[in-house]
Antibody
Framework: QVQLVQSGAEVKNPGASVKVSCKASGYTFTGYLIHWVRQAPGQGLEWMGGIDPNNGGTNYAQKFQGRVAMPRDTSITTAYMELSGLTFDDTAVYYC???????????WGQGTVVTVSS | QTVVTQEPSRTVSPGGTVTLTCGSSTGAVTSGYLPNWFQHKPGQAPRALIYSTSNKHSWTPARFSGSLLGGKAALTLSGVQPEDEAEYYCLLYYGAGWVFGGGTKLTVL
Protein backbone atom coordinates (compact mmCIF):
# COMPACT_ATOMS: atom_id res chain seq x y z
CA GLN A 1 0.00 0.00 0.00
CA VAL A 2 1.10 3.53 -0.72
CA GLN A 3 2.67 5.27 2.26
CA LEU A 4 4.43 8.57 2.82
CA VAL A 5 6.11 8.56 6.23
CA GLN A 6 7.61 11.79 7.50
CA SER A 7 10.33 12.45 10.04
CA GLY A 8 9.61 13.50 13.59
CA ALA A 9 8.94 16.83 15.22
CA GLU A 10 11.64 19.50 15.25
CA VAL A 11 12.34 22.47 17.49
CA LYS A 12 14.64 25.11 16.04
CA ASN A 13 16.00 28.50 17.01
CA PRO A 14 15.30 31.56 14.86
CA GLY A 15 17.78 31.78 12.00
CA ALA A 16 18.41 28.04 11.93
CA SER A 17 17.53 25.58 9.18
CA VAL A 18 15.32 22.49 9.25
CA LYS A 19 15.25 19.41 7.05
CA VAL A 20 12.12 17.26 6.94
CA SER A 21 12.06 13.89 5.20
CA CYS A 22 9.26 12.02 3.44
CA LYS A 23 9.90 8.30 2.91
CA ALA A 24 7.79 6.84 0.08
CA SER A 25 6.83 3.18 -0.26
CA GLY A 26 4.31 1.02 -2.07
CA TYR A 27 4.71 2.63 -5.50
CA THR A 28 7.30 3.66 -8.09
CA PHE A 29 8.94 6.68 -6.47
CA THR A 30 9.98 8.29 -9.75
CA GLY A 31 6.50 8.04 -11.23
CA TYR A 32 4.92 10.75 -9.09
CA LEU A 33 5.73 14.29 -8.04
CA ILE A 34 6.12 15.14 -4.35
CA HIS A 35 4.82 18.46 -3.07
CA TRP A 36 5.27 20.15 0.29
CA VAL A 37 2.41 21.93 2.03
CA ARG A 38 2.36 23.64 5.42
CA GLN A 39 -0.24 24.81 7.90
CA ALA A 40 0.65 27.41 10.49
CA PRO A 41 -1.39 27.53 13.72
CA GLY A 42 -4.88 28.87 13.01
CA GLN A 43 -4.11 29.27 9.31
CA GLY A 44 -5.00 27.43 6.12
CA LEU A 45 -2.97 25.13 3.91
CA GLU A 46 -0.12 26.71 1.95
CA TRP A 47 1.65 25.17 -1.07
CA MET A 48 5.43 25.53 -0.78
CA GLY A 49 6.68 23.74 -3.86
CA GLY A 50 7.31 20.39 -5.43
CA ILE A 51 9.88 18.07 -6.94
CA ASP A 52 9.88 15.57 -9.79
CA PRO A 53 11.87 12.67 -8.28
CA ASN A 54 12.54 11.35 -11.79
CA ASN A 55 14.84 14.21 -12.77
CA GLY A 56 15.15 16.32 -9.62
CA GLY A 57 13.38 19.26 -11.22
CA THR A 58 11.80 21.59 -8.69
CA ASN A 59 9.19 24.34 -8.61
CA TYR A 60 8.99 26.59 -5.58
CA ALA A 61 6.35 29.09 -4.53
CA GLN A 62 7.69 32.60 -5.00
CA LYS A 63 7.29 33.27 -1.29
CA PHE A 64 9.91 30.63 -0.41
CA GLN A 65 12.38 31.01 -3.28
CA GLY A 66 15.91 31.46 -2.01
CA ARG A 67 15.05 29.94 1.34
CA VAL A 68 13.75 26.47 0.45
CA ALA A 69 15.22 23.41 -1.24
CA MET A 70 13.52 20.13 -2.07
CA PRO A 71 16.10 17.45 -2.90
CA ARG A 72 15.44 13.75 -3.15
CA ASP A 73 17.39 10.51 -2.83
CA THR A 74 16.00 7.93 -5.25
CA SER A 75 18.15 5.15 -3.75
CA ILE A 76 16.10 5.33 -0.56
CA THR A 77 12.86 6.70 -2.12
CA THR A 78 12.92 9.74 0.10
CA ALA A 79 12.12 13.38 -0.57
CA TYR A 80 13.26 16.23 1.63
CA MET A 81 12.22 19.78 2.40
CA GLU A 82 14.93 22.11 3.69
CA LEU A 83 13.95 25.55 4.95
CA SER A 84 16.56 28.03 6.06
CA GLY A 85 16.50 31.37 7.88
CA LEU A 86 13.68 30.20 10.13
CA THR A 87 11.46 32.77 11.83
CA PHE A 88 8.64 32.37 14.33
CA ASP A 89 6.24 32.53 11.36
CA ASP A 90 7.66 29.22 10.08
CA THR A 91 6.16 27.38 13.04
CA ALA A 92 3.77 25.00 11.33
CA VAL A 93 2.86 21.44 10.44
CA TYR A 94 4.64 20.45 7.25
CA TYR A 95 3.14 17.79 4.96
CA CYS A 96 4.33 15.98 1.86
CA UNK A 97 1.74 14.91 -0.71
CA UNK A 98 1.96 12.88 -3.90
CA UNK A 99 0.77 14.03 -7.33
CA UNK A 100 0.46 12.11 -10.56
CA UNK A 101 1.29 14.68 -13.24
CA UNK A 102 -1.92 16.30 -14.40
CA UNK A 103 -3.27 17.37 -11.05
CA UNK A 104 -4.03 14.03 -9.46
CA UNK A 105 -3.18 14.61 -5.76
CA UNK A 106 -3.85 11.64 -3.54
CA UNK A 107 -1.72 10.37 -0.63
CA TRP A 108 -0.42 12.59 2.15
CA GLY A 109 2.26 12.14 4.77
CA GLN A 110 1.23 12.27 8.41
CA GLY A 111 2.75 15.70 8.95
CA THR A 112 5.80 17.01 10.81
CA VAL A 113 5.53 19.69 13.47
CA VAL A 114 8.26 22.30 13.23
CA THR A 115 8.43 24.76 16.10
CA VAL A 116 10.63 27.83 15.94
CA SER A 117 11.33 29.04 19.43
CA SER A 118 14.04 30.95 21.24
CA GLN B 1 -0.53 37.91 -6.11
CA THR B 2 -3.09 35.30 -7.01
CA VAL B 3 -5.89 34.78 -4.49
CA VAL B 4 -8.17 31.74 -4.35
CA THR B 5 -11.40 32.52 -2.54
CA GLN B 6 -13.64 30.18 -0.54
CA GLU B 7 -16.52 30.87 1.81
CA PRO B 8 -15.04 31.12 5.33
CA SER B 9 -17.83 29.04 6.84
CA ARG B 10 -21.04 27.19 6.05
CA THR B 11 -23.58 25.40 8.22
CA VAL B 12 -25.76 22.51 7.08
CA SER B 13 -28.23 20.18 8.78
CA PRO B 14 -27.65 16.42 8.75
CA GLY B 15 -29.11 14.95 5.58
CA GLY B 16 -29.02 18.28 3.83
CA THR B 17 -27.13 19.47 0.76
CA VAL B 18 -24.45 22.15 0.62
CA THR B 19 -22.24 23.52 -2.17
CA LEU B 20 -18.85 25.03 -1.42
CA THR B 21 -17.22 27.22 -4.06
CA CYS B 22 -13.68 28.13 -5.10
CA GLY B 23 -13.01 31.28 -7.10
CA SER B 24 -9.91 32.84 -8.59
CA SER B 25 -8.76 36.45 -8.58
CA THR B 26 -7.62 35.94 -12.20
CA GLY B 27 -11.12 35.26 -13.51
CA ALA B 28 -13.30 32.26 -14.19
CA VAL B 29 -12.05 28.89 -12.98
CA THR B 30 -11.92 26.34 -15.79
CA SER B 31 -10.92 22.69 -15.95
CA GLY B 32 -7.42 23.88 -16.90
CA TYR B 33 -6.92 24.96 -13.31
CA LEU B 34 -7.12 21.25 -12.40
CA PRO B 35 -9.24 21.85 -9.29
CA ASN B 36 -8.61 19.52 -6.38
CA TRP B 37 -10.62 19.34 -3.16
CA PHE B 38 -9.40 18.17 0.24
CA GLN B 39 -11.05 17.49 3.58
CA HIS B 40 -9.07 18.37 6.71
CA LYS B 41 -9.98 17.46 10.25
CA PRO B 42 -8.06 18.63 13.34
CA GLY B 43 -5.10 16.47 14.24
CA GLN B 44 -5.20 14.54 10.96
CA ALA B 45 -3.51 14.84 7.60
CA PRO B 46 -5.68 16.29 4.84
CA ARG B 47 -7.60 13.76 2.76
CA ALA B 48 -7.97 14.06 -1.00
CA LEU B 49 -11.59 14.01 -2.21
CA ILE B 50 -11.73 15.27 -5.82
CA TYR B 51 -9.14 15.78 -8.57
CA SER B 52 -9.32 17.43 -11.99
CA THR B 53 -12.63 19.18 -11.26
CA SER B 54 -14.94 16.21 -10.80
CA ASN B 55 -13.04 12.93 -10.50
CA LYS B 56 -13.38 10.97 -7.27
CA HIS B 57 -10.78 8.85 -5.55
CA SER B 58 -11.62 5.25 -4.74
CA TRP B 59 -12.21 6.26 -1.12
CA THR B 60 -14.37 9.31 -1.80
CA PRO B 61 -17.93 8.80 -0.55
CA ALA B 62 -20.58 8.99 -3.27
CA ARG B 63 -22.23 11.97 -1.56
CA PHE B 64 -19.29 14.20 -2.58
CA SER B 65 -19.18 15.60 -6.11
CA GLY B 66 -17.12 18.23 -7.91
CA SER B 67 -18.09 20.55 -10.75
CA LEU B 68 -17.70 23.98 -12.30
CA LEU B 69 -20.45 26.39 -11.35
CA GLY B 70 -20.80 30.04 -12.33
CA GLY B 71 -17.11 30.52 -13.08
CA LYS B 72 -15.96 28.73 -9.94
CA ALA B 73 -15.00 25.24 -8.93
CA ALA B 74 -17.60 23.69 -6.67
CA LEU B 75 -17.82 20.84 -4.17
CA THR B 76 -21.32 19.56 -3.40
CA LEU B 77 -22.18 17.35 -0.46
CA SER B 78 -25.55 15.64 -0.76
CA GLY B 79 -27.01 13.88 2.27
CA VAL B 80 -24.51 15.37 4.69
CA GLN B 81 -23.37 13.18 7.58
CA PRO B 82 -22.12 14.35 10.99
CA GLU B 83 -18.65 13.08 10.15
CA ASP B 84 -18.47 15.53 7.24
CA GLU B 85 -17.86 18.37 9.69
CA ALA B 86 -14.38 19.57 8.71
CA GLU B 87 -12.40 22.23 6.89
CA TYR B 88 -12.52 21.93 3.10
CA TYR B 89 -9.79 23.30 0.84
CA CYS B 90 -9.61 23.72 -2.89
CA LEU B 91 -6.34 23.79 -4.80
CA LEU B 92 -5.85 25.41 -8.22
CA TYR B 93 -3.02 25.23 -10.77
CA TYR B 94 -1.59 28.45 -12.21
CA GLY B 95 1.21 27.19 -14.43
CA ALA B 96 3.94 28.57 -12.20
CA GLY B 97 2.59 26.60 -9.29
CA TRP B 98 -0.39 25.76 -7.11
CA VAL B 99 -2.47 27.91 -4.77
CA PHE B 100 -4.79 26.79 -2.00
CA GLY B 101 -7.99 28.54 -1.15
CA GLY B 102 -8.40 29.85 2.37
CA GLY B 103 -10.66 26.95 3.32
CA THR B 104 -14.31 26.61 4.29
CA LYS B 105 -15.22 25.44 7.78
CA LEU B 106 -18.27 23.23 7.40
CA THR B 107 -20.43 22.80 10.50
CA VAL B 108 -23.07 20.08 10.63
CA LEU B 109 -25.90 20.75 13.07
Amino acid sequence: QVQLVQSGAEVKNPGASVKVSCKASGYTFTGYLIHWVRQAPGQGLEWMGGIDPNNGGTNYAQKFQGRVAMPRDTSITTAYMELSGLTFDDTAVYYCVRELVGGFFDYWGQGTVVTVSS
Amino acid sequence: QTVVTQEPSRTVSPGGTVTLTCGSSTGAVTSGYLPNWFQHKPGQAPRALIYSTSNKHSWTPARFSGSLLGGKAALTLSGVQPEDEAEYYCLLYYGAGWVFGGGTKLTVL
